[in-house]
């Protein structure tokens, strides 16, 4: 930064790819927020756009706007973050370059984030905010169900939105940060476990040049990044639920398995093999997708102790099973009913058993896995 400037209070990090005609605009109107008394400087983090943003930023020639630009990361969630390690002021607000975020409610921003927020969006959502007609019914349908799905991480109204004010120190570990997709405010708010969020209501208004790029890959990174936030929030239950379903759907495959086998053998296999096949198969089925979806964090650690440790494990509560079986069957009488309460509750009891026993035990945490 231009060392001759004393330490803003805000920095204003505007991510583009391909604004060049919107930046001289977005510029004059942060301009007369400076004018309204507001020390703030802009950090322009451009992705090579090669459409003539650096000589417009060369061309008006601000001495409180800095143009960085970067040649080898890509994407929107990344570029932000690059803006918030190379900010200087106190505070830092983030915003998109086509005006679609009026830069007049910065001072709003400010007065709550001196307040009690620890974190401030500008908002479509809330009474006040709005969205510029012409948006189409998909894009609208769209972001309603992105919205929905951030439900279970907060209770902000509009937390897709790309207009956002935060303390720079706001996350000290950036390691916790994963630059996926677009969502870089959920994944804020997320992680920095902010609790007072507040919405400052805007106009959201439609981009007068160039295109958006949200892209349907985007679009698919986001259904990825509910998923991380989940099993960082939720650990525990992303790693449970998962495991579960993976076991009803092991049963499945393990009846799929008997009646495939007793087809093709045609009966020349013996009944206690075609069971033994069908248990290891359903066993196998479980351990790839148990090792992918629900111990997903210990994926990188060797394989064979991990299926060897699973096959154990699992073998515990059908040996116990079996004994229980024959223990019942001894008595004179065992009634359908009580047989089919009895294998549902040692089901349940063995999901619990199992998950807990392989989380401790199979596929552990280790220091160097991520969260995620
Ligand atoms: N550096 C960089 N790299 N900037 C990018 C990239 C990228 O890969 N992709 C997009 N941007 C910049 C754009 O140049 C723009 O300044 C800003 O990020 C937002 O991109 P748009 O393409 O205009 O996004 P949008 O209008 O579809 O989406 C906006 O509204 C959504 C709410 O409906 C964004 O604010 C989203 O964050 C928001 O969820
Ligand atoms: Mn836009």
Known sequence: MNTRQPA???????????EAESLPGLLDRLEAVRAGGVALNVLIV??????GTEAVIAEMDRDWVRLLTRREDRGLSSAVLCGIQEATGEWCVVMDADLSHPPEVIPDFLAALRGDADFVVGSRYVPGGSTEDGWGVLRWINSKVATVMARPFTTVRDPMSGFLGFSRTLIDDSDVLDPVG?????????????????????????????????????QLQYLNHIVRLARWKYPRLSSFLPFAMVG????????????ILELVSGGTLGQDLQIIIAIVGAMFWNFTFDR?????????????PQ???????????VIVNFLITRWLV??????????????FAG??????????????FIFRRSESSSGN
């Open 182 to 218: 677009y969502k870089i405010g959920l994944e804020l708010i997320v992680k920095g476990e902010c609790r007072h969020v507040e919405e400052v209501p805007i106009h959201f208004s439609t981009r007068r040049h160039g295109q958006s790029k949200l892209s349907l890959r985007v």
């Open 347 to 360: 089901s349940v009891v063995g999901v619990v058993f199992n998950w807990l026993v392989m989380r401790s």
């Open 8 to 18: 803003p209070d805000v920095t204003v990090i505007v991510p583009t790819y391909q």
């Open 292 to 304: 992918w979806l629900a111990f997903w964090y210990a994926r990188k650690q060797p394989f064979l």
């Open 307 to 317: 299926l060897l440790g699973f096959l154990a494990v699992c073998s515990i509560p």
């Open 330 to 343: 001894g008595d004179d009488y065992v009634s359908p009913a009580a047989g089919a309460i009895g294998a």
């Open 46 to 51: 451009d992705d090579d756009s090669q459409d």
């Open 248 to 259: 009803v759907s092991g049963i499945g495959i393990y009846v799929l398995l008997l009646w």
